[in-house]
């Protein structure tokens, strides 16, 4: 029974989660902000990035190889690593305008810069599942290639693409935790203050539920963004 | 443009002149030197087996597919020079293919505006007009608002085929765009490529249609493991063959159409 009462008393004691709700939510308005611009940002540079690696052509190659380049990079570091880059490394450069930014825009270029290589890797499946023949009909028909993107590929593309899309966002949305390796003054790192100065662990749970609670949504209009479309398939297979 | 140097009648280049074409994917060659002279408002119907080259050669007259070897020339404009500017000369040159290929997220009326108004910079109002008007010709206004998906094949054969007209074309290339219809499909888009014949436009067409070539060909042409094998009228080409693969060819065909007919 002792250890029942333990494990409640410093895991979920109603008491300390009402107490702690306030310093937590005050993080978590700075992760929302976060998740918030570095989505935006993801969305369009991501895109961006997907459409240089795919640009045809010898002239184009350097291009190419540098948007490769930055995807194995990206893709390839942990994200905590990144974070210490950015984080400790720009403002340590002394480079003006760089290294003056605040904490929470580094936090916010270090998300961006790690998803992007992920979302353009997502956005990439989504151009090349595009059949050649719709590039090649809006060719044919005197559109120049960026023409023949811009209204016939990409529009197609990232219909497909929204549900991976989504859930890369999932992730995206609880690594805004990860800043707080740089000193953001988020959820998890308030959790944490609040936890060592209480004696109990209570905090991480409100943080959690912050979390779960803005990925719940999310998680369910992926579903459903899925099962829209299943249903349409399966009634053009009728 | 090149009005002035497009001489019609005898003595000057033809409208459509191929010398030497050859093409290659990988080490197969698909074209082994064709030579091909059209007339302006002409119809001229590529008959012959699958993998004869027939799709390839239209596609190369339309440089989806690149011509390694020979000599092309559309209207006085010679595509194979290097310096050609493609996208300027496609406005010029409609293709529809054996799949339709509409922009299955966009209306039909999107998909006949969207190169006018992007390529051509036609205004909006004014090339929704010219594809309503297009649409109504063919049977298919109320249609305008629907997405392909919701159009039969024959159907979205006719848009795609009103989506190539709406810019204007001198040129039409039609690769096999009966091949994946349903039989009883199959006559609508016909009658609309015969009135579009009648009106005189150029057009190329690699056809499986046998009856349709000898009906509205004013040359007939039998394409073998990337040759022209042999060319002629289509009474001549249907009726006394000279080359046995020819011939071959034909009595297969009718067999096939004969089978079908049967079953």
Known sequence: ?238 | MTEAGSPNGSGGPAFVHVRGVSKWFGSLQVLKGIDLDIPEHNVVCLIGASGSGKSTLLRCLNLLERVEEGEIVVDGQPLTDGKVDVNALRKKIGIVFQAYNLFPHMTVLQNVTLAPRKALGVQRDRSEEYARALLRRIGLEEKADEYPDRLSGGQQQRVAIVRALAMGPKLMLLDEITSALDPQLVSDVLSLVRELAESGMTMIVATHEMGFAREVADKVCFLDAGRILEEGAPAQIFSNPREPRTREFLSRVLEAEKAEGLG
Not at chain 1, 42 to 54: P, S, T
Request: charge should be positive; include cysteine; proline fraction near 5%.
């Open chain 1, 1 to 238: 029974m002792h250890a029942l009462h333990q494990v409640l008393h410093q895991f979920f004691n109603p008491h300390t989660f009402t107490l702690a709700m306030p310093d937590v939510w005050a993080g978590f308005q700075i992760n929302l902000k976060i998740m918030v611009i570095a989505e935006a940002l993801v969305l369009v540079l991501a895109l961006a990035l997907a459409i240089v690696r795919g640009l045809p052509g010898p002239a184009a190659k350097p291009l190419r190889v540098l948007a490769i380049a930055y995807t194995d990079f990206f893709r390839g570091t942990p994200i905590i690593i990144v974070a210490f880059f950015i984080g400790f490394g720009l403002p340590g450069l002394q480079l003006g305008f760089i290294s003056n930014l605040s904490i929470i825009t580094y936090g916010v270029i270090v998300l961006t810069l790690v998803y992007t290589a992920y979302v353009g890797e997502v956005y990439r499946a989504g151009i090349e599942s595009v059949h050649a023949s719709q590039r090649a009909a809006a060719r044919s028909l005197g559109l120049t290639y960026m023409q023949a993107m811009r209204y016939v590929v990409v529009p197609q593309a990232v219909r497909r693409v929204i549900p991976p899309l989504l859930n890369d966002f999932i992730g995206l949305q609880k690594d805004t935790a990860l800043v707080s390796v740089i000193g953001v003054a988020e959820a998890a790192a308030l959790a944490q203050q609040f936890s060592t100065k209480n004696g109990d662990f209570v905090s991480y749970l409100v943080a959690a539920c912050f979390f779960i609670l803005i990925t719940i949504p999310l998680a369910r209009f992926t579903d459903h963004l899925v099962a829209q479309r299943e249903a349409r398939e399966r009634a053009q297979a009728f």
